[in-house]
């Protein structure tokens, strides 16, 4: 009778903890009110073409001084042209909830990731959950899919724990399409971080052991290439993860940088100080953020010197088709991708080209 009851229980507080956590997503202000970026001093986790999505985060004052704090997160969207950011959703959570796992796309419709379900906050403010994701961590999200590794296994092989295999689950209207997912990397090949794999149109990338992985989303295909280890740094790059990736050019961390296509290495701080804290690459030009400023750097040119682009007051710089955008603390900028190094001649007494910047507005 005891067991039953304690059986009881536990579904009694299952049950619970579920309805809690549907309800943490309820809006609960009638007529929300909206948020000035520059005035609140709001986070920014999330930057498209045409939007950018924030969040305040409120510390619930009775879990202050718990082992993990709680706080209300309140997430905000605005159109890059307006001043004014509007209420969207709100979620209860640790400190730091939606660093990740939050995307937007064209008509203003918020993805974001709650434990293991996707859910959406429509532009008119409802917001819908998809089934869960069972055994796997969801590590990326995009308009049309999630990467999702399903889990870790133990292995009886001398070497303990090996990744799962990665799947990618296609998104149809407000769901997740389980029977069109496809398994981008079988199991032991990678243990994916919450900024893999990489993506440039339909092509997804990762770094294992020394070798690039590409997945096409359209045709399934799955390819590999090595990665030259003239340099002798095969450890760094074996432990390294791609971290931007423009079909042409592939980043590996902060200072290595690869041909996509053959895995020779283009760049790397080992013989050219340049090529350090790296976060972006368009048409071989390189972009760097070192003392508060944007620079951009000549891949292909090692004796070209950093061209200085513009300071950036707040990090990080946010990427995206058109360029990369600054957030200024009262507005935002655009960097327009560049296709050639502006002419940099301060060395020599005269003056460097300008970068013309367009204030979104």
Not at 39 to 66: H, Q
């Amino acid at each position: 009778m005891r067991s039953r009851m304690t059986y009881l229980t536990g579904v009694a507080i299952v049950l619970l903890a579920s309805l809690l956590a549907r309800q943490s997503l309820a809006v609960e202000e009638t007529n929300p009110p909206r948020i000035r970026p520059d005035r609140d001093k709001s986070k920014v986790v999330c930057v498209s073409d045409d939007w950018a999505v924030y969040r305040n985060s409120e510390l619930i004052e009775s879990t202050r001084f718990n082992r993990g704090p709680r706080f209300i997160h309140r997430f905000y969207r605005q159109q890059l042209s307006e001043p004014d950011a509007n209420f969207a959703f709100r979620i209860v959570g640790g400190a730091g909830w939606g660093d990740h796992g939050v995307t937007i796309k064209p008509d203003g419709t918020i993805f974001f990731v709650d434990h293991h379900t996707m859910n959406w906050c429509d532009p008119d403010g409802t917001v819908r959950s998809s089934a869960e994701v069972r055994n796997g961590m969801i590590r990326r999200v995009y308009v049309d899919g999630i990467v999702v590794q399903a889990g870790s296994r133990s292995v009886n092989n001398g070497k303990g724990i090996e990744a799962a295999r990665a799947l990618f689950i296609p998104i149809k209207g407000s769901n997740l399409d389980f029977e069109h997912e496809l398994e981008i990397a079988p199991a032991g090949v990678k243990s994916l971080q919450y900024d893999e794999p990489a993506r440039h149109g339909d092509v997804l990338t990762w770094m294992a052991e020394n070798t690039l992985h590409f997945f096409n989303l359209q045709t399934g295909a799955r390819s590999t290439i090595p990665v030259d280890d003239k340099n002798g740094a095969e450890f760094s790059l074996r432990n390294a993860s791609v971290s931007a990736f423009d079909g042409d050019t592939i980043l590996a961390g902060s200072n290595v940088v690869l041909d996509a296509k053959t895995g020779n290495r283009l760049a790397s701080n080992w013989n050219d100080k340049r090529i350090n804290r790296l976060f972006a690459t368009r048409s071989r030009i390189a972009y760097r953020l070192k003392d508060g400023q944007l620079d951009a750097i000549d891949i292909m040119h090692p004796n070209r010197l950093a061209v200085h682009l513009e300071v950036v007051p707040t990090e990080p710089v946010w990427q995206n088709s058109k360029g990369l955008l600054i957030w200024t603390g009262t507005e935002w900028k655009l960097v327009p991708w560049l296709t050639s190094l502006p002419r940099e001649d301060a060395e020599q007494g005269g003056q460097p080209d300008r970068v013309t910047l367009i204030v979104i507005s």
